[in-house]
Each structure stands twice: as structure tokens, then as C-alpha cells.
């Protein structure tokens, strides 16, 4: 959500940071509708101030005795047209609200322009692909010779973009959740949480996953929503709430089941488990000082890229460009791991800046130490990380040529020692 006033007093600055998006000027039609909704509210203040200075004169004729049957007549008769404009002010700003609510967030000033993933920068890499000496298999054809990865079943209990995971990969998936969430938690700084996993229409609204975003949700019939990410959850813990500026940055961790319907994905990664309707992932949140949000950023990405570095995988951190971002974000950095089966970098993270984009939303503030008044705090989010698409890479990335899958050092103490998955588990 943006500042009115700020779009007021910005009108050329707002639709050239909604051109970056690929919108055309929305300026006009918002100060059309903030025009019309304040000369309303205004009429509507007016009508109030005459009916009490009618009113005044009521008890004054009363008091002399005088006939009050007109200034009666004058007082309901503003009543009705104050009424009326009450009516008109509370509709155009309702509309006012919807306008702005479809608007993504603007790029920020060192965000690269352009409109699809082809104008990204690579950032930086780390570490190198694996070299096989024999042809790697994708994680599909691996976890299924395991016998523990089955895309069958799982249609015949759900339909398409479902597995069922047993024995060691069952574990595995388990551990990688563990393992993530712990090294948050004791080096990193982050809160544990277990958040709902039903959210109400505020929630998914603060984060905008609503309205824009229903199709790719799913609603259950007593009007929760699934989330599609625990940001939702985690992000809401202060909606509506003013902090004591002390307390920020305020950073949360959870590892949760994600629910997405994936309404804009058909035909796209339709084999195996890069793009499921449900997956786990670990979701990294900090509300933060607007003054320090740009270095939380770099911080919550680098959380990221240390599970990643533990593991030993080959990563890049991508910086999108305007026209790739998230609806919120002002600034995202992706993190794409190498995945021998596909013999390309896929995403496993993204980590954003959205600035006061949500916290608008939310209506969540802080109180600063010095100075009178509250401010909005920032909000950032990123994934650290989407558990499945880690174990895809694990998968593709230590197998050995006999079909068995080698277990990262670092993962060993999580599955009780064991160095190997065979599919004897």
C-alpha cells in the first residue's frame, strides 16, 4: 500500500515507479478519486458545523420563546444531506483503498529495470557443479529406483503436483526442516515460531497475497486460507500493533507445510517435485527500523546462503530486475542452486526487502525513542529454504553412479549418523 500524500506530492515519481512494473500512469485516476473523496468528507464536515450552529440557535428561540419550526426543518434537512455525503466520502474512499491495493510495490532506486528474468544480474556465485563420471539422473529418476518417491500414489490420493516420500527420503525431508531451522535459531538469531496455517482474509490482505493473489491460494469453506508461505503468518504477528523501537529488528523463523494452487503454472516444471499444490519450506521474517532495512536484507540473504554453503552446493545469488519481483518487494535477491538433472540453476530462495509496502497494510508501527508520533516499520522475508527443492538438489548433486546418495557432513547427526541413502531404510 502506498502514502496518499506522498502520491499527492509525487505524482510523476509514483507512475515512474509503477512504469518500471510495466504499468501505465495511475496517478490521474488516484487523485481523481482523492479529489472526489475529500471534497465529500469536507461538505460532510461543513453540513455538521451549520446543524450545530442551528442548533445553538434552536436553544436560543426556545429560551425567547420564539417559533423553532424552520430552524427544525433547516436541521433535518441537513441531517439528510450531511448523511448523504457521509455516504459518498465512505464510498470513494472504499474505492480509493481497492485502487491502491492493486498496485505492486515500487523498485527500488538500485533494482535493475526490466521486464522478465532475462534483465537479472548475477550478484555472485559460490562454489563449483560436481563433475560425474557417469550421466546424472534427475531426482525423479533417482527417487523412484530408491523406491522411496512416488508420483502414482500420490495422484491416485490427490491428482498432479503431489508425492509421497517414504523410508529414508521421508527422513531426509525431516532432517533437512531440523537442520535448517536450528542453525537460524542458535547462530542466526531467529525465533522459532509455529505459526497457524490457516490465516483470515486481514492476514493474507497484509501480506497481499490478497486480492490480487486469490487464484493461487486455496480457501477452505469457512473462509480461512491455506498459507502459501509462513511470511504470512510470521509477517502478521504485528498487525495493528505499535512497537517499542528497542525491541526491532524483530526476526522469526518457522518451518511449515505450504499450500499453493499454482493457477498460473500449467505446463510448467509438470515432472517431479520442483513446483508442488504442497511443500515445506523454513520462511525467514524480520521487521525492521526503515533506516536499517537495506543491511537486514543482506543479512537474512546471507542466513540463506549459509545452509547452502553447509550442505557444499553450488549456488548464485541472482538480483532480479523490476519486471520479475514479487507484488511487494522492493528488492529481492534470488538464490538458484545447480541441479545436475536439469543441468541449470533453479530458485530455492528468494529473499525481499518490501520496505512499508506491507506494514501499510498491516497498519504495524513503531514508537521511535526520540520525536513525537509513530512510523512504519520495514518488513522482509525470504526463504531459508524451500525444503523440497533442497532435497531435489541434494539428491541430484551427491548421487553416485550405483543409484545411492551420498549425506552431507553437516546433515549426518540429523538422520543418526548415516552417510548413505540406499533405500535399505
Not at 8 to 25: E, H, I, S, W
Not at 92 to 97: D, I
Not at 212 to 239: C, M, Q, Y
Not at 344 to 360: K, L, P, T
Amino acid at each position: 500500500m502506498f502514502d496518499l500524500k506522498w502520491i499527492r506530492d509525487n505524482p510523476d515519481a509514483f507512475d515512474r515507479g509503477l512504469a518500471r512494473r510495466g504499468l501505465p500512469p495511475q496517478s490521474p485516476a488516484v487523485l481523481s478519486l482523492d479529489k472526489a473523496w475529500r471534497e465529500a468528507q469536507t461538505e460532510a464536515e461543513r453540513l455538521q458545523a451549520e446543524r450545530n450552529r442551528l442548533s445553538k440557535e434552536i436553544g436560543a428561540a426556545k429560551a425567547k420563546g420564539q417559533d423553532t419550526s424552520q430552524i427544525l426543518a433547516q436541521v433535518a434537512a441537513g441531517k439528510d444531506r450531511q448523511a448523504a455525503m457521509e455516504a459518498v466520502a465512505a464510498e470513494r474512499s472504499r474505492e480509493l483503498e481497492e485502487l491502491l491495493a492493486g498496485f505492486p510495490n515500487i523498485p527500488g532506486d538500485d533494482v535493475p529495470d526490466g521486464e522478465d528474468p532475462s534483465k537479472n544480474q548475477i550478484v555472485r556465485a559460490h562454489g563449483a557443479p560436481p563433475r560425474f563420471e557417469f550421466a546424472p539422473k534427475d531426482h525423479v529418476a533417482l527417487g523412484e529406483a530408491l523406491g522411496m518417491m512416488d508420483f502414482v500414489r500420490a495422484g491416485k490420493l490427490s491428482g498432479a503436483r503431489f508425492t509421497v516420500l517414504r523410508g529414508e527420503l521421508a527422513r531426509l525431508e525431516r532432517a533437512l526442516g531440523q537442520f535448517m531451522v536450528d542453525i537460524h535459531t542458535r547462530e542466526f538469531g531467529y525465533t522459532e515460531v509455529s505459526p497457524p496455517l490457516l490465516v483470515r482474509d486481514e492476514a493474507a490482505f497484509g501480506t497481499a497475497s490478497l486480492p490480487k493473489f486469490a487464484d493461487d491460494l486455496f480457501r477452505t469453506t469457512t473462509g480461512l486460507w491455506l498459507i502459501p508461505t509462513a511470511e504470512v503468518s510470521l509477517t502478521n504477528l504485528v498487525a495493528d500493533e505499535i512497537l517499542d523501537e528497542t525491541v526491532l529488528p524483530l526476526r522469526f523463523t518457522a518451518w511449515t507445510p505450504c499450500f499453493r494452487s499454482e493457477a498460473g503454472a500449467a505446463g510448467k516444471d509438470t515432472r517431479g517435485m520442483i513446483r508442488q499444490h504442497q511443500f515445506y519450506k523454513v520462511e525467514l521474517v524480520s521487521i525492521s527500523h526503515p533506516d536499517r532495512s537495506v543491511e537486514e536484507h543482506e543479512r537474512m540473504t546471507a542466513c540463506a546462503e549459509a545452509i547452502l554453503q553447509r550442505l557444499g552446493l553450488a549456488y548464485r545469488v541472482v538480483l532480479l530486475c523490476s519486471g520479475d519481483m514479487g507484488f511487494a518487494s522492493r528488492k529481492t535477491y534470488d538464490l538458484e542452486v545447480w541441479l545436475p538433472g536439469q543441468e541449470a540453476y533453479r530458485e530455492i530462495s528468494s529473499c525481499s526487502n518490501c520496505g512499508d509496502f506491507q506494514a501499510r497494510r498491516m497498519k504495524a508501527r513503531f514508537r521511535p525513542k526520540e520525536g513525537k508520533g509513530t512510523r512504519f516499520v520495514h518488513t522482509l522475508n525470504g526463504s531459508g529454504l524451500a525444503v523440497g527443492r533442497t532435497m531435489i538438489a541434494l539428491l541430484e548433486n551427491y548421487q553416485r553412479g550405483n543409484g545411492t546418495i551420498a549425506v552431507p557432513e553437516a546433515l549426518r547427526p540429523y538422520l543418526g549418523g548415516t552417510d548413505v541413502i540406499n533405500g535399505n531404510a
